[in-house]
């Protein structure tokens, strides 16, 4: 177990980083930060000698903390409600790219994992990489029976970095969350184990492909939308070989226009995309930024980099379609009401008043293009709202609006005047009739009765006990049992007064920043 000393040594290190780059500022200000927290951050601006005049640098603070931090402040981006809408913008901005490592250790992680020479894989590996993000960088190959493949391979210790920056963000989490009060409600600790869980997910490449692999089978149906194919006999835990893309990048609005291709068409075609992914699939690309998605000459939507997916279960994804359906239609009414059934909000509070609430969010959006209100402000609102009505953090949903806000960013650079309401109510009209409709529900209540008499008597007997209802969340997954400064133990121990001095020179304040991001 790593001692508490070394956590608050690491924070101290990131906290003069933050500190240096203003991106603690805004906590000082911020009512809702805890009162400890807050006296850190003003700690540790002084202890760097910063002024709080001047713009701050989220984004190069973050980058300049390491791997880690790019994807922590990556997600991070999509939770204004966390980190203030400035902060937000400028995480965005953030891009995960690194120096390349150099290709002898590429070759070696490959000859390594394989347990054989890079000869008897590939005939020919550019030694430029085309890519070099935190976790991995990509170079473009040709197999040794002549197809052109795109080579990712994992960086050397990776893992065991980003395993020790980890432990640190659950800890600082564990003792945020033990302050109480807002701290509590946003839930930084599920925040933490959810954000281990993705980046787990990234560091096993095997996983990257079986999730490119699942992708391609949900979207086999989907005309102008394709998954790269896997070359499973040269891909491990280390390693992922996929066809190569020759397509041009969805960013280059010029070639694309040069080729003919026709924007418009290709924008509501990616929304429609995303809506199959994650309505009627449950599982979407949750990276789907402009780097990785390309356009072939017949306007084939391709994506790449499926390192970071979403999944919603069926009885989530009906209340989603139900609430974006209600939100471009008017009926406020029927999306309070679907937030109190998913027990998103506490049934103390009263269902009109929330469908009010939301009325005031959605009623300036309606009939406009997306250039003059978007969904991201549209979540923004909702974020405003949710303190007011004791609202829980919903990690599951955290991947699918960092989605939204992507997806919504690319279609309006290739359709200014899209609306994404318009765009998206047709598909969700015609899947909640075919979802929840009569003959839909009759079957779904046929299947469910019929499961429910073969688990008799002993299911019945358990139901209200063991297995009580659930809301629209998963239920939440183990947390790591953090052991508390403030605990009796530590507060007696003869280390607590080293602990707390190695915290002070580096601005604790990352105990906030870096988990729950209260910025502004």
């Known amino acids: 177990m790593t001692a508490p000393v070394v956590h608050l040594t690491r924070l101290a ?109 590939f005939s020919e590996i550019d030694p430029d990489p085309v890519g070099a993000a935190s976790i991995a960088q990509v170079h473009k190959g040709v197999t040794t029976d002549g197809r052109e493949v795109a080579i ?146 017949d306007g084939t939507i391709v994506a790449i980099d499926f390192g970071i997916m979403g999944r919603i279960d069926r009885r989530a994804r009906q209340w989603l379609a139900e609430i974006l359906y209600g939100l471009t239609t008017g009926n406020y009414q029927r999306v309070a009401e679907i937030h109190f059934e998913a027990q998103y909000v506490p049934s103390y509070h009263s269902v009109g008043e929330f469908a009010t609430a939301l009325r005031a969010v959605g009623e300036p959006m309606r009939g406009k293009p997306v250039k003059e209100l978007s969904v991201g402000q549209m979540l923004d609102g909702l974020f405003a709202i949710t303190r007011d009505f004791d609202m829980q953090t919903q990690p599951h949903l955290l991947l699918l609006q960092k989605t939204m806000v992507m997806v919504e960013g690319i279609a309006t650079q290739l359709n200014p005047d899209i609306n994404m309401w318009d765009t998206a109510a047709p598909y969700v009209r015609s899947w909640i009739r075919d979802e929840l409709g009569p003959e839909s529900a009759l079957a779904d209540r046929i299947k469910e009765d019929t499961e429910t008499l073969l688990r008799l008597p002993g299911l019945v007997r358990r139901l209200e006990e063991k297995f009580p209802p659930k809301g629209g969340a998963p239920e939440a997954p183990p947390l790591p049992e953090i052991r508390l400064l403030t605990d009796r133990k530590e507060r007696t121990g003869p280390g607590v007064l080293g602990y707390f001095i190695a915290g002070l020179g580096g601005a604790g304040a990352m105990l906030a920043l870096m988990i729950t991001g209260l910025l502004g």
């Open 152 to 297: 990712k391979v994992l960086r050397p210790g990776i893992k065991e970095k980003f395993a020790r920056d980890i432990q640190t963000y659950e800890w600082a989490a564990a003792h945020v969350e033990a302050m109480g009060g807002e701290a509590t409600r946003l839930r930084p600790r599920l925040t933490i184990a959810n954000f281990k869980r993705w980046t787990n997910s990234e560091l096993d490449l095997r996983r990257e492909a079986a999730s490119a692999s699942e992708l391609a089978e949900e979207m086999s149906g989907v005309g102008g939308y394709r998954i790269p194919e896997i070359d499973w006999d040269r891909t491990n835990g280390k390693v992922m070989t996929i066809e190569w893309i020759d397509g041009v990048k969805i960013s280059r609005l010029d070639e694309l226009e040069a080729r003919g291709h026709d924007l418009h068409k290709i924008a509501e075609k990616l929304v429609i995309s995303f809506l199959t992914q994650a309505i009627s699939a449950g599982f979407f690309h949750a990276d789907m930024h402009q780097g990785n998605l390309f356009i072939e000459d």
């Open 13 to 121: 290190r990131w906290g003069i980083t933050l500190a240096r780059r203003r991106a603690l500022v805004g906590i000082e200000d911020d009512p809702n930060a805890p009162t400890p927290v807050k006296r850190l951050a003003k700690l540790a601006r002084w202890a760097t000698l910063t002024g709080k005049s001047g713009k701050p640098d989220y984004a190069g603070a973050f980058r300049a903390i390491g791997p880690a931090a790019i994807k922590l402040g990556q997600s991070l981006a999509t939770r204004p409600d966390l980190v203030g809408e400035e902060a937000a913008n400028n995480l965005l901005s953030l891009q995960d790219s690194l120096p390349p490592v150099r290709f002898g250790d590429i070759k070696a992680v490959i000859e390594t994992s394989f347990g054989q020479p890079i000869e008897n894989l």
